[in-house]
């Protein structure tokens, strides 16, 4: 005998909700699985959301698989693999040309082991991800990612995190936006900008242009020559090998030319600056005198090994006292307090009425524009006063100088032996 069984409204209503959610569930738990599809000649995978994904990317022929450690479900163009439900097999009609790859919210892990370009976003969280032979855009959003160039003309980005990130061999494009970055640029020439933290940037081989950007920045440009620009913070600059242009711009800088003939401006700052080997040039700015104190600081300044320079430029107008006797504070404009050690053998003012003294060894001063006052002292001297009525003395030493007053109505103290040239005026003991 078979009886009716009567169940209330509520209860039906409860029993529909809970067999409609049991049934729901393998829906949703199949739901947290990556996706892979292809467009065209692009492969594109985005990752489980949730889960820490362990992407690499292989190929064969026009077949590209995706190889994860959670679930992928494969789209448009591609196939499962039989028995491995974290690996899918996607063939273009084409040959490929790219891969894309997403992760999102764990510490992930992204490889490219094709040859074919991948463009890799690591989300959030700390990241690995590594490049391809080709040239690729690896973009390590925020967290602590540790990114990998590899081959090819790569674009890296670290965004937020203290990265670490090597370019690999190539032409590389390198940017971080803040915390404390560790950068190598690799082979070739890279160009890398800092973020506004403090951050170790290393050119390696290549001509390379490495930018500083803010915090207290150590950056060695390595080998070739470089282009060092530290911008805003008290940052120590080296050139390494080759011949090298660094610039400190604000800040108390410390910048080292290293092998080469180099060329350091110290800018904004009480600076030093050391040319290391080779004919370095280095430019130090005097005060406007118009009261623009661009350059201005208490800068040191040591030549090195090699035939260097101090120059105080050709568009500054202040008045500049200047000497290599290693004395310190009394080189420059009027209350500058620069230092010029005795290892720089050329000195040139700047447009105003400057005073250059040499040393008791060969030196070459240069007035430039304004009437110049400039003494050779011991040694063989080269003196040449430029524009504005100069007076020039090499000193009285016995030894040969050669003087020359440039343009306009110059005064040359001649002693025995030395050579003159374009002295409206001759000066005898």
């Not at 600056?273 to 208490?298: L, R």
């Amino acid at each position: 005998m078979v009886r009716s069984v009567w169940l209330p409204r509520v209860a039906l209503t409860l029993f529909t909700t809970v067999s409609a959610a049991a049934l729901a569930a393998p829906a949703q738990a199949a739901a947290v699985a990556g996706f892979a599809s292809v467009s065209g000649t692009t492969v594109q995978y985005k990752a489980a959301k949730g889960k820490q994904n362990k992407v690499v990317v292989t190929r064969s022929g026009n077949t590209v698989t995706i190889d994860d450690r959670v679930a992928v479900k494969p789209g448009k163009g591609c196939k499962a693999v039989k028995r491995d439900k974290t690996k899918v097999r996607c063939t273009t009609s084409k040959a490929p040309g790219r891969v894309r790859v997403y992760t999102y919210d764990r510490a992930d892990s992204i490889r490219n082991s094709t040859s074919l370009p991948i463009y890799a976003d690591g989300g959030t969280a700390a990241d690995t991800i590594v490049g391809g032979p080709a040239s690729d855009r690896l973009d390590g959003q925020s967290g602590a990612d540790k990114i990998y160039g590899g081959g090819g003309n790569d674009v890296i980005e670290g965004w937020t995190g203290a990265n670490q990130i090597w370019g690999g061999s190539g032409e590389d494009h390198i940017r971080v936006w803040t915390g404390a970055n560790v950068i190598y640029g690799g082979a070739a020439k890279d160009t890398v900008w800092g973020s506004n933290s403090a951050d170790r940037i290393y050119g390696e081989a290549g001509r390379d242009e490495l930018f500083g950007q803010g915090g207290n920045d150590v950056i060695d440009g390595g080998a070739d020559r470089d282009y060092i620009l530290g911008e805003d913070g008290v940052d120590v600059l080296y050139g390494g090998a080759g011949n090298d242009y660094l610039r400190g711009d604000y800040g108390n800088d410390t910048l080292h030319g290293g092998d080469g003939v180099d060329e350091l401006h110290a800018e904004n700052g009480n600076d030093r600056v050391y040319g290391g080997a080779g004919d370095d040039q280095i430019y130090a700015n005097a005060i406007q005198n118009d009261g623009d104190k661009e350059g201005q600081g208490a800068d040191y300044y040591s030549g090195g090994a090699g035939i260097d320079r101090v120059s105080y430029g050709s568009y500054l107008t202040s008045a500049v006292t200047a000497d290599a006797d290693g004395l310190n504070g009394d080189d420059g404009a009027d209350g500058e307090g620069d230092t010029i050690a005795t290892d720089v053998e050329t000195i040139w003012g700047g447009s105003g009425d400057d005073k250059l003294y040499g040393r008791d060894a060969p030196d070459t001063l240069v007035g430039g524009a304004g009437d110049d006052r400039l003494q050779g002292n011991g040694g063989y001297d080269v003196l040449y006063g430029d524009g504005g009525d100069d007076y020039l003395d090499g000193g009285n030493d016995g030894v040969l100088d050669a003087l020359d007053g440039g343009d306009n109505y110059d005064s040359c103290h001649h002693w025995d032996m030395d050579e003159l040239g374009d002295c409206e005026r001759y000066i005898t003991p």
